[in-house]
């Protein structure tokens, strides 16, 4: 998910450049005005890069397109730290697209006026699971056998859909929270740095994606011959786009059209396969059932879980 997200943080960048002039409070063309494309995306969407490398990649972008285009045209791109910025920042209308994880758009929906667009799609289809990884060697054959052992886990997945599957899985054992059943939860830098440690013994479970795990096997098979997948969650759909749906409809069709038809362009097929990003599918609601089940029934093991005590 990580891979793809940094592709949606380089588009949306990217985009202004494409559209015409639109008047700055109804987003529809105007005369004159410059282009003035918002691109908000979620801190969330990074997993294993870094931020300042981010935005070097979409700026070399930018400057190609320019330069092959002979267009002018402005954006501006914020990195919001959480919902509650995001939340504000679509209320105030300043910001004109998004690129989110799927929890935080079915957080989003009922709370402020966004109309999503597209979901993420890698080789694989634009689903990705959840995993518990182990050591074959370690003697561990379920869940409550990680008992006061010790958890590596990326910072930016700790803050996801991955430790809200982790707490459906320990709850029913009468653990609220990930730090009352492991000895220690270690967030890592990224999800490389989560598998490693579990391989080289220095911790004994991660939690991380399928899609991680086996990129980290075929960079290093001997991985794959030691770790093995304790559990899994169910498929999940990764990120999200969205606009404000307030957005100029003229500038929205634009945006849409130009995404939905990315991997028809050489130059855009290069840059998806550089993230390992196969295309972007147009969002339908059933696509993030999997993600409300999950919330369904993390509310309710926390519901019982209170009730308990």
């Known amino acids: 998910m990580g891979r793809a997200m940094r592709v949606l943080a380089v588009l949306t960048v990217a985009l202004p450049i494409f559209l015409p002039a639109r008047d700055a409070r109804s987003g529809e063309p105007g005369p004159s005005a410059p282009v003035d494309l918002v691109v908000g995306y979620s801190s969330n969407v990074f997993v294993d890069v870094d931020l300042a490398e981010a935005h070097a990649v979409a700026k070399a972008w930018t400057d190609q397109i ?14 919001f730290p959480d919902t509650d910025s995001i939340e504000k920042a679509v209320r105030e209308r300043s910001v004109d697209l998004l690129a989110l994880v799927s929890n935080e758009y079915l ?15 890698s080789e694989g289809g634009f689903f990705h699971q959840i995993v518990l990884i182990v050591r074959r060697d370690a003697g561990i054959r379920k869940v409550g056998d990680l008992r006061r052992r010790q958890l590596a886990v990326s910072a930016s997945q700790a803050k996801t859909l991955h430790t809200v599957w982790l707490e459906t899985l320990l709850m029913p054992a009468g653990f609220r929270k990930a730090e009352d059943f492991f000895s220690s939860v270690k967030e890592v830098r990224g999800p490389s740095q989560a598998i490693l440690p579990v391989f080289f013994r220095k911790a004994d479970a991660c939690l991380t994606t399928r899609q991680s795990f086996d990129l980290v096997c075929e960079m290093n098979p001997q991985v794959g011959r030691e770790l093995r997948v304790l559990a899994q969650s169910a498929d999940i759909a990764g990120g999200v786009v969205a606009f404000r749906s307030s957005y100029g409809a003229t500038n929205k069709e634009k945006i849409t059209r130009m995404l939905e038809k990315l991997d028809e362009d050489p130059q855009g097929r290069q840059l998806l396969k550089l993230f390992r990003l196969s295309r972007l599918v147009p969002f339908r609601a059933e696509y993030l059932k999997t993600v409300e089940d999950l919330f369904r029934r993390h509310e309710t093991l926390r519901v019982s879980l209170a009730k308990g005590k």
């Open 66 to 79: 320019l330069k092959r285009k002979f267009l002018n045209g402005t954006g501006e791109n914020i990195i």
């Open 107 to 121: 957080h989003l929906k009922g709370r402020v006026p966004i109309q999503p667009a597209f979901v993420t799609a």
